[in-house]
């Protein structure tokens, strides 16, 4: 019976030392005698499952997506890129959006039955007109081995093109570095 009374005597200062470490400085600093309780409210929230979500949802979580359209097992998105300070850092940048939207919509069903995704990013040209800038097309075959396309390289994102040829728009590809050509266009 001592030692039942000395557990709960025990969890109870336990409980009241864990609430006490709760509290932040004005509180403490509070000269006054009485206690104060706070009660703060925590909400968990649940991680989407990218098969129940639609391939439109999962593309604007992403991209800042201008247009969608599903043509017959082909699907073509066309989304503005962010503002970057080069044209190599704009291709770099489309290639890791690629990837994570490539992540996310693997398992999804509609995802699935395509055939083709053609990624075209749009960018402001110096006079100010929004062209397609860069354009990625796939074959949903190609990625289907793919287990996790944020662990894989650029160049490996490239090569999953298969036949496909990254398009680039030539007011953009004079101002890329041999670097970045060699990675997009790789043969």
């Not at 098969?51 to 949802?57: G, H, L, R, T």
């Not at 704009?90 to 990837?99: E, F, H, Q, T, Y």
């Amino acid at each position: 019976m001592k030692k039942l009374i000395t557990i709960i005597i025990l969890t109870l200062s336990i409980s009241l030392l864990v609430v006490g470490c709760g509290s932040n400085k004005d509180e403490s600093s509070n000269n006054n005698t009485s206690t104060n309780t706070k009660t703060e409210k925590t909400t968990v929230t649940k991680k989407e499952d990218p098969k129940s979500n639609s391939m439109d949802d999962i593309l604007k979580s992403k991209l800042d997506v201008v247009s969608i359209n599903n043509d017959e097992g082909s699907l073509y998105v066309k989304y503005k890129f962010k503002d970057t300070l080069s044209c190599d850092s704009m291709v770099n940048g489309a290639l890791l959006d690629i990837k994570s939207v490539l992540n996310d919509l693997k398992d999804n069903e509609e995802f699935k039955k395509l055939l083709t995704i053609t990624f075209v990013g749009l960018a402001k040209t110096t006079d100010g007109k929004e062209v397609p800038a860069l354009t990625d097309t796939f074959e949903i075959n190609q990625l289907e081995n793919t287990k996790d396309f944020n662990a894989i390289t650029n160049q490996q994102l490239i090569q999953l093109q298969g036949d496909n040829t990254t398009g680039v728009a030539p007011d953009f590809k004079s101002q890329l570095s041999d670097e970045i050509i060699q990675i997009i266009y790789p043969n």
